[in-house]
T-cell receptor, first 114, second 116 residues
Framework: EAGVAQSPRYKIIEKRQSVAFWCNPI?????LYWYQQILGQGPKLLIQ????????DSQLPKDRFSAERLKGVDSTLKIQPAKLEDSAVYLC????????????FGSGTRLTVV | AQKITQTQPGMFVQEKEAVTLDCTYD???????LFWYKQPSSGEMIFLIY??????QNATEGRYSLNFQKARKSANLVISASQLGDSAMYFC?????????????FGTGTRLQVFP
């Protein structure tokens, strides 16, 4: 089966600009996650979707970050306006209740804010 | 409060030797899952091994084994016969809850370097 697809792979923007990341999960995976991984740290959950509904967005900085999953399939994460501290790798993952271990990660988008 | 603790920022091991990467966790749930992931410099998170809280035997996957000590709340990863390709970041993670759709919480990682 195809893995979790993410694009772009790399992005460099200036502070105060906006940026969007795209994720297409594994077919049939109802749950989708966006994680932020700052250099030298472990991934931190930003938002979790179940189909097209939000399950957990408690750590999403809602003044600048937004995410949607309109048709319960692919998802977009947006940052507007970006800050220097948003420089990180943004990982998308998906999971399925019936799978043995559940979680599959994409290759991530590496964002650099200058 | 941090729920996954990895106290070793970096570890060195010689090729063909075994190495243990430490992980302790904290949860009040009875049903949870513990994972180890490998993250090479390319950035993807590669699943290595899983241990369920009700599993009585330690999990093994090829050269990887998980030393699960429930009373101590530890889930150490043992890599036997290290290879140069094992050099990477290793993350311990915990699924809070019984479902494969519950979120994962990660530790800060351990950088493993294997030398010839």
């Amino acid at each position: 089966e195809a893995g979790v697809a993410q694009s772009p792979r790399y992005k460099i923007i200036e502070k105060r600009q906006s940026v969007a990341f795209w994720c297409n999960p594994i077919s049939g995976h109802a749950t989708l996650y966006w994680y932020q991984q700052i250099l030298g740290q472990g991934p931190k959950l930003l938002i979790q979707f179940q189909n097209n509904g939000v399950v957990d967005d408690s750590q999403l900085p809602k003044d600048r970050f937004s995410a949607e999953r309109l048709k319960g399939v692919d998802s977009t994460l947006k940052i507007q306006p970006a800050k220097l501290e948003d420089s990180a790798v943004y990982l998308c993952a998906s999971s399925h209740q019936g799978a043995s271990y559940g979680y599959t990660f994409g290759s991530g988008t590496r964002l650099t804010v200058v | 409060a941090q729920k996954i603790t990895q106290t070793q920022p970096g570890m060195f091991v010689q090729e063909k030797e075994a190495v243990t990467l430490d992980c302790t966790y904290d949860t009040s749930d009875q049903s949870y899952g513990l994972f180890w992931y490998k993250q090479p410099s390319s950035g993807e998170m590669i699943f290595l091994i899983y241990q369920g809280s009700y599993d009585e035997q330690n999990a093994t996957e090829g050269r990887y084994s998980l030393n699960f000590q429930k009373a101590r709340k530890s889930a150490n990863l043992v890599i036997s016969a290290s290879q140069l390709g094992d050099s990477a970041m290793y993350f311990c993670a915990m699924r809070e809850g019984p479902y494969n759709t519950d979120k994962l919480i990660f530790g800060t990682g351990t950088r493993l370097q294997v030398f010839p």
